[in-house]
């Protein structure tokens, strides 16, 4: 370890990033891929009344538009359900992979869009009309009667644990000096250069999926238990952000699998065309789609 630390070490991926080599989701070859945008509320926390997709759906190159209830049939649950790492227990702390009638942050999904090109999907996501009932808002997670982020929850505070080593008492009661002081951490997020992106693709009953993640095996394992799907190899990853399961591998995979039927098998895919934000709270058969426009390698 001592020889390593301090040492220029060769980076096996600057080749081909520094000389334009460099594979993202966005420049796979999906011949007559489908493209999605999402429709995101506007408000950082409301109840949906109602959504009303008439005319979207009535444009031309319009393959869909999905909300959380268009998705259900496809799911064996509404809501992203995992195993916490400390055995914690934290249902209600999931995400929806799309609002299930209430947004509880700004840019919260609240329906896709799934059209022939990107500028159907835009156009027809602007022409989706939601009626929302504004809620209280929590701007600070520190103050404690704080109101609650979604109506089901009592408290915004996630988990509370004390930790303790020694004899603590004991060890303040010996110091000649103490000092008292309240620290705080503060909410670390990542912003990548590339976006999030996603491929989806269905073939001879085989899906495969290109995704900007370095937790491709995760990924794999929750979009097949979510839908129903058997366990394949998995693609690799990229970048540290990308440690987690984001929404929207979930809505496109979901998307993927739901819909008319007697549709040709077409790719499916995802962009996030977004700008990095920091305020972030936290049937159409088998075919593919690519996602919101940023570009992400996987």
């Given amino acids: 370890m001592n020889k390593i630390i301090g040492t220029r070490v060769p980076r096996l991926e600057d080749q081909a990033l520094l000389t334009g080599k460099g594979r993202f989701v966005d420049d796979i070859a999906a011949a007559g891929a489908l493209v999605t945008a999402f429709v995101r509320s506007p408000h950082p926390h409301a109840l949906i009344r109602s959504i009303d997709a008439m005319a979207a759906r009535a444009m031309p190159g319009i393959v869909a538009v999905l909300t959380l209830d268009d998705l259900t049939p496809v799911l064996k649950q509404r809501r992203m ?25 700004s840019a919260k999904p609240v329906a896709v ?6 500028y159907l999907a835009e156009d027809a996501a602007a022409l989706v009309a939601i009626d929302y009932e504004l809620l209280p808002v929590a701007v600070d997670c520190r103050a404690e ?18 930790v303790t080593y020694g004899d603590v008492d004991a060890a303040f009661a010996k110091a000649a000096h103490v000092v008292r002081d309240d620290l705080w951490m503060h909410r670390g997020a990542g912003h990548s250069m590339e976006g999030r992106g996603i491929l989806a693709q269905i073939s001879d009953r085989e899906t495969t999926i290109w995704a900007s993640t370095q937790k491709a095996h995760d990924l794999r394992t929750a979009i097949a238990d979510y839908i129903d799907l058997d366990e394949k190899p998995a693609a690799r ?14 809505r496109l995979s979901r998307g993927h699998r739901g819909g008319r039927r007697g549709h040709a098998a077409r ?14 709270q936290c049937s159409a058969g088998a075919r593919s789609i690519l996602v919101d426009r940023a570009r992400c390698r996987c």
């Fill in 145 to 162: 009667r704080a109101p609650p982020v979604r109506r089901e929850l009592h408290s915004n505070a996630v988990i509370s644990y004390k």
């Fill in 237 to 250: 990853g990229d970048t540290r952000r990308r440690r987690r399961l984001w929404t929207e591998a979930l």
């Fill in 81 to 105: 359900i995992r195993t916490s790492n400390s055995g914690t227990k934290l249902d209600q702390s999931w995400p929806f992979a799309l609002a299930d009638g209430e947004s509880p942050s």
């Fill in 267 to 280: 790719p499916l895919g995802e962009m996030d065309r977004r700008p990095p934000r920091a305020f972030h």
């Fill in 113 to 118: 869009v799934v059209a022939a090109d990107r």
